[in-house]
């Protein structure tokens, strides 16, 4: 065990309790009944360590590791997709910084944003081919004018933290989506109050009937739905029942 250890970074203790939890037996022993690990529990430990990588619970892993290819293949390809969409996010925020040091550093101008800037930093949904809709279905509001007058002052830097933000909600749905959690359940509940709480600070004051709307478009507008499905298939629906359900429980 202890040259298992020492050639895969992961701790005798850690390696213990995969054992005590049946997630990684080794399925020899030596004479001195000391664990011995075959190449196939090696590769089970690399799936381990793959899981565990992603943020899966260990409670998860195991199901993960048991279950029929096909299923595996569907979870992973999921995360694959999320990470391709955080790179991307990530390689565009590291070419924002170096833009705004060496313009901070007389080596360049700093550009106004350009087409591409804007779509890469809406994540591919690109606010102009839908504004003359917008325009004609919530121009006369208050929201849509204080919306547009707040992100009229938003600097690529606040654009990212807004982004960041909406990235850690997702990330709030779909982990309560893959534990199971009921989008009425209160866990569920929390979530779409930071989710208001996060559209009334960026952009405008959203009371629980605004919340209710939004969700209902989240459904039944498919370019809605497609966009956040993109993240995990049913992810629209799952938010859009939680939302709505805290939207009911402030009306009550």
């Known amino acids: 065990m202890g040259e298992v250890a020492a050639l895969t970074g992961v701790s005798v203790r850690t390696l213990h309790h995969y054992d005590e939890i049946g997630l990684l037996r080794p399925a020899e022993r030596s004479d001195g009944n000391y664990r011995l690990y075959t190449p196939d529990d090696l590769a089970r430990l690399r799936r381990v360590l793959t899981w565990r990588s992603l943020g899966v619970p260990l409670t998860q892993v195991a199901g993960l590791l048991d279950a029929p290819p096909d299923l595996e293949r569907d979870a992973l390809h999921a995360h694959a997709t999320r990470l391709r969409d955080d790179l991307r996010r990530t390689q565009h925020t590291l070419r924002q910084v170096q833009a705004r040091l060496d313009a901070l550093n007389g ?92 559209i009334s600070g960026a952009y405008y004051d959203a009371s629980p009937q605004m919340m209710r709307g939004l969700a209902q478009m989240w459904v039944a507008d498919e370019r809605f739905t497609q966009s956040i499905d993109r993240t995990r298939p049913g992810l629209a629906a799952y938010q859009s029942a939680a939302v709505t359900a805290w939207a009911d429980a402030q009306d009550g």
């Open 107 to 198: 080596r360049a101008e700093e550009s106004r944003m350009n087409n591409e800037d804007i779509r890469a930093a809406f994540d591919g949904f690109d606010p102009a081919r839908y504004e003359a809709e917008v325009q004609e279905r919530w121009g006369d509001t208050d929201a849509y004018r204080q919306s547009a007058a707040r992100t009229a002052r938003y600097t690529p830097a606040d654009r990212q933290r807004i982004r960041a933000e909406m990235d850690a909600l997702t990330a709030g749905y779909v982990d309560l989506m893959d534990a199971g959690v009921p989008p009425a359940d209160g866990r569920a509940q929390a979530v779409a109050a930071r989710h208001r709480a996060h």
